[in-house]
Structure formats: structure tokens, C-alpha cells
């Protein structure tokens, strides 16, 4: 979160009091998070009802908000229990003037003060986003309201005229639960309805899968599959087993994640762009093509191939903040081959093939991934 050292240059006069409080209220940066198989019988849950929580919709899951008829009296705070890391942004809405700040980062079974102090606001919005580790973010943002973002954290004053270096993005409108101590919470959740314990798990799952550890599936449940997921990931990563409890071990987890692996596929962005890719596998009977991949530059990025494919094939392209394709002497910047698959500007996965422009796909070149050593990284540099 960006610390606001001159305030009055960062928001127009005559902006109003909630607005104010959103850009430099007391600077209280709370970051509660614990940075970071199928066995067993499923954990009891704890019943809560739907005012008590906030849920985030996923592919599977629920297409809106559950919200709460509590005012915006104190302190915000919203709590992750999905598991995927993700990074929120706040938008507040009153009379006349919008104001959006983020990107707030919250792991799984975490929670973050992302404002603090009374505020008193026509409405509070949200967007949130998983982290590019996790490929094209699998959070639809379904709000009605389009608030300008930056890529990195940022405070914009008039959100609803997007400058330079701004994009516009959804937000959604949420009316947060105000608990027993005075202050304000919403709940990201998946339809799973984890509880902090099992979120925190299914989050490290996740990241053992994109690494190549065997952790599915991916439900938040302990057992010896997990168990020997993990074991295998701490003894070939030279980690100490109580690194699991340290507060920061989402975020071990993720920068190695982000490094080269000895075992599967493994892309690293050695240029100043941010690269874009997408995979795709032949079992000998289909052949699936899946994106979109962000890999930031100086990262490393595992795709969450699975199974024993008998090909792979790999398509990358650099793109600039606005997502547009970065050309070098007057060409794009890609890296691909000659096999043609079905690829889309957005989000996609796609078992067919044929006839891409008929689909609303396009025909891309991917190029094969010699895996016959059981591991390849592949480089993306400059010309």
C-alpha cells in the first residue's frame, strides 16, 4: 500500500470528507496476513449466515455479493477466504466525487485494513484480483460501476476519468458487516465457503500444484497427499518445516513458484515488459489450449499443466500497461512457432481447434516444448 507523504497533492480541493478518509486517513497499515489432497474426512464448517460474509464470485460459484445493511461507522477491513492471493482495491462514491486506492494485498485466511477511521460514504465499491502466479485471474468482476486503477498501487482522486497510465475496471458495490468490536468487515469467499483453516490450506495446495507438487485436489481438506505434497516442496526448496507457520509464507511459496524448476514447464520474463502466455497440451486424442499467463518482468511462472500430456506448446507476447502488443522494430515482441491453435484476447480454454475466426478465436503459432528431460524453462529476452 502507498504511503501518502504530501497529501494535498494527491487529491483535488473540495472533494468530500469520506473521499478525504479514503486517500490519507491515519496511515494504520494493518496487514494481518499469514504470509504464505483429497484425504480424510472434510472438516466441519462453521455455519454463518449470508449477511456475514462477502462472496466473490468464481467459475464455479455464485454470480453476486452478499451483503449486510450495517453503515460505514469505522474502521474497513476485508478478509480473504478464497484461496488464491489477491490484491483489492477500494472505491468510495459520495455525492458528486469518486476516489479508488489499491492495490492492498491479502493472503488466504487473512485480513487488511484498507481504510481506517469513520467513514461515511454514499457507497463503498471493490475490485479484487488474484495474482498473476495464478494465470488470467480467475475473479469475474461482475460490478456495474467502471473506477480508473494503475497497474501498481496507486490513489486517484476523480476515478472516473482515467489519465495516463490508468485502465478502467469494474467495481462492485458492497455494504460491509459491522461486528462486535465497532468495525467494518466483507468476506471474499468462494462457494466452497472455507473457513479461515481450510482457506489457508487450499491456498498452499494451489501454489503445490502450479509448482508441480501433487496436492489435488484443491479443497482445503489435510491428509497424507497433501502432507507428502508439501514435505517434498520444504525438502527440495531447503526450507525448515515450522517455515509453514511463519507469517510470511505465502509469500516463500510464491517467489519460489516464480523461479525455475527442474520439473515441468517453467517461463521466465527476462525483458522489461510484461509477457503474456498461453499453453497448450496433447493427450493424443485433444489438444487444449489455455491462457492468459502474466508473467512480470524479472519473474518466472510455472503453468498449471496436468496429467502426462504427450505434446506441449507454448505462445508468448510482451504488452505494454494497456495491454497492447509491445513491437521491436516495427514487429511484435512474441515468442511462438508455426502450430496453429485457438487463442483469445481474454480469458480462454479450448479443446477445439479448427476453424478459430468462425469461434471468435484466432489463429496463433505456438511453438513445442521439448519436455524429454522432465523439465524445460523457457527464456523470454530481448532480440
Not at 502450479?210 to 526448496?237: E, H, M, W
Not at 503474456?276 to 499443466?305: E, F, Q
Not at 480469458?347 to 477445439?352: D, I, L, Q, R, Y
Request: aromatic share 8%; charged share 20%.
Amino acid at each position: 500500500m502507498m504511503a501518502l507523504t504530501n497529501p494535498s497533492a494527491a487529491v483535488m480541493a473540495g472533494l468530500v470528507p469520506a473521499i478525504h478518509a479514503l486517500l490519507y486517513g491515519r496511515q494504520k497499515h494493518v496487514d494481518a496476513r499469514d504470509k504464505p489432497g483429497h484425504d480424510g474426512v472434510k472438516l466441519r464448517r462453521p455455519l454463518r449466515s449470508s449477511s456475514t460474509r462477502l462472496l466473490m464470485a468464481l467459475p464455479a460459484a455464485a454470480t453476486s455479493f452478499f451483503f449486510s445493511s450495517a453503515p460505514a461507522l469505522a474502521d474497513l477491513k476485508l478478509c480473504n477466504r478464497m484461496s488464491y492471493v489477491v490484491e483489492a482495491a477500494i472505491g468510495i462514491d459520495d455525492k458528486a466525487a469518486t476516489a479508488t486506492r489499491g492495490w492492498f494485498r491479502i493472503d488466504p485466511a487473512a485480513c487488511r485494513v484498507v481504510v481506517q477511521g469513520t467513514l461515511a460514504a454514499d457507497r463503498i465499491l471493490l475490485n479484487a484480483r488474484a495474482l498473476g502466479v495464478y494465470g488470467a485471474s480467475p475473479i469475474p468482476q461482475n460490478g456495474r460501476d467502471t473506477l480508473c486503477v494503475a497497474a501498481s498501487d496507486f490513489v486517484i482522486a476523480a476515478a472516473r476519468q482515467c489519465r495516463t497510465g490508468q485502465t478502467p475496471a469494474p467495481f462492485t458495490q458492497i455494504t460491509p458487516t459491522k461486528t462486535d468490536d465497532g468495525n467494518l468487515v466483507a468476506y471474499l469467499a468462494e462457494d466452497s465457503e472455507y473457513d479461515d483453516e481450510q482457506a489457508r490450506l487450499a491456498g498452499i495446495q494451489r501454489l503445490l500444484v502450479i509448482a508441480g507438487y501433487d496436492a489435488a485436489p484443491i479443497d482445503g481438506v489435510d491428509g497424507p497427499k497433501t502432507q507428502s505434497a508439501l514435505a517434498a516442496f520444504l525438502r527440495n526448496r531447503g526450507l525448515a518445516p515450522d517455515i509453514v507457520s511463519s507469517p510470511n509464507f505465502f509469500t516463500i511459496m510464491i517467489d519460489a513458484v516464480q523461479s525455475p524448476s527442474t520439473s515441468g514447464l517453467t517461463w521466465c520474463n527476462d525483458t522489461p515488459h510484461k509477457v503474456m502466455a498461453a499453453v497448450a497440451t496433447d493427450d493424443g486424442k485433444a489438444v487444449i489450449s489455455r491462457g492468459w499467463y502474466r508473467i512480470d518482468p524479472g519473474k518466472c511462472l510455472h503453468p498449471d499443466v496436468t496429467g502426462q500430456p504427450k505434446q506441449i506448446f507454448s505462445f508468448a507476447e510482451a504488452v505494454d500497461a494497456e495491454n497492447r502488443t509491445v513491437k521491436y522494430k516495427d514487429r511484435p515482441l512474441n515468442w511462438g512457432g508455426t502450430k496453429e491453435l485457438c487463442t483469445r484476447e481474454n480469458k480462454f480454454e479450448t479443446n477445439e481447434q479448427g476453424e478459430c475466426g468462425s469461434r471468435g478465436f484466432a489463429a496463433t503459432g505456438f511453438a513445442p516444448v521439448d519436455m524429454s528431460s522432465g523439465g524445460k524453462t523457457l527464456r523470454f529476452a530481448m532480440p
